[in-house]
């Protein structure tokens, strides 16, 4: 079984980015955040949850400067 403790970092990556970008509803978010995340990673089924993480983190970085 996977730890549960990985769901609430991305989640607050996700809210952190949501929030930076509130006019945006959450298909809009999710087609944008995927079309980011298959350029880099190239696998968005496959991808381990780590992966995810950082590339929440990342987003939210390029989003503050």
């Known amino acids: 079984?996977?730890?549960i403790n990985?769901?609430?970092p991305i989640i607050e990556e996700l809210r952190k980015y949501w929030k930076a970008n509130q006019d945006?509803?959450?298909g809009q978010i999710w087609y944008l955040v995927?079309?980011?995340f298959n350029e880099v990673n190239?696998?968005?089924f496959y991808?381990?949850?780590d992966a995810w993480l950082e590339f929440f983190?990342?987003?939210n970085n390029e989003e503050v400067k």
């Open 6 to 8: 990985r769901i609430d």
């Open 24 to 26: 945006l509803r959450f």
């Open 57 to 59: 983190k990342d987003l």
């Open 34 to 36: 995927h079309g980011k």
């Open 47 to 49: 991808s381990e949850d």
């Open 42 to 44: 190239k696998n968005l």
């Open 1 to 3: 079984m996977r730890d």
